[in-house]
């Protein structure tokens, strides 16, 4: 098994225990300062800055920070550039437990509320994030398993930022479309042949994972 991962994408040079806690740390931190921004954003709507309103109004910033799309976004790019599959697991387990712990802590002891319901899939999802870390770190290897990764990758952020059917199709918001445009950047090919299959077959990928599974994380 450790030769099949391997042939997929190896680890990179190794680095210090002080920086790997340093890096955790720091995805950690990042984790708390998020998730407490969006359920501030969230909560005081109404009373933010003008210019916050301003750009809220414009972008439904704080739907948009409710919804799947930009987390695993974030969640990809902690993944794909750890130094390894392992390193992986833990830098988003920490993101998440950070973000989802400081969100829920905010809503209950700040805002007043807790909505036990929609607590219980972000720690499902917090919960089952390392393994998922573990798999997406070997999307940027060179093999064909990489690639393939890639592409159901990409199928899945394709559904959560786009909704489509018969006669229509268009992307939940502008934020939404940029996060699809990152994400087929950070995955991309060695070669813009490749990077352009990889988006076409993730696409139809995704219209099939749509007829199967309908429910998109919106």
Request: net charge positive; hydrophobic share 55%; glycine share 6%.
């Amino acid at each position: 098994m450790k030769k099949f991962l391997n042939d997929i994408r190896s680890a990179e040079n190794p680095i210090s225990g002080n920086r790997k806690i340093i890096n955790t740390i720091a995805v950690l931190f990042l984790g708390i300062a998020l998730g407490t921004f969006s359920k501030f954003l969230d909560f005081r709507q109404a009373e933010l800055p003008s210019v916050l309103m301003a750009i809220d109004g414009a972008l439904d910033v704080h739907n948009f920070l409710g919804r799947f799309a930009i987390w695993v976004l974030i969640a990809l790019c902690i993944s794909i550039y750890s130094n390894s599959a392992t390193r992986a697991s833990v830098n988003v387990f920490a993101f998440f437990a950070g973000m989802v712990a400081s969100y829920y802590l905010y809503s209950n002891y700040v805002a007043g509320f807790f909505p036990r319901s929609y607590a219980m899939i972000w720690f499902g999802f917090t919960m089952i994030s390392p393994f998922l870390a573990f798999v997406c770190w070997y999307a940027k290897g060179k093999s064909r398993p990489a690639f393939m990764l890639s592409v159901l990758i990409l199928a899945v952020l394709f559904n959560m930022t786009f909704v489509y059917g018969w006669g229509y199709f268009e992307a939940r918001s502008v934020l939404e479309l940029i996060v699809f445009i990152i994400g087929l950047t950070v995955l991309r090919r060695d070669t813009l042949k490749s990077s352009v299959l990889m988006g076409t077959i993730s696409i139809v990928l995704a219209v099939l994972l749509d007829m199967v599974i309908p429910f998109h994380f919106g």
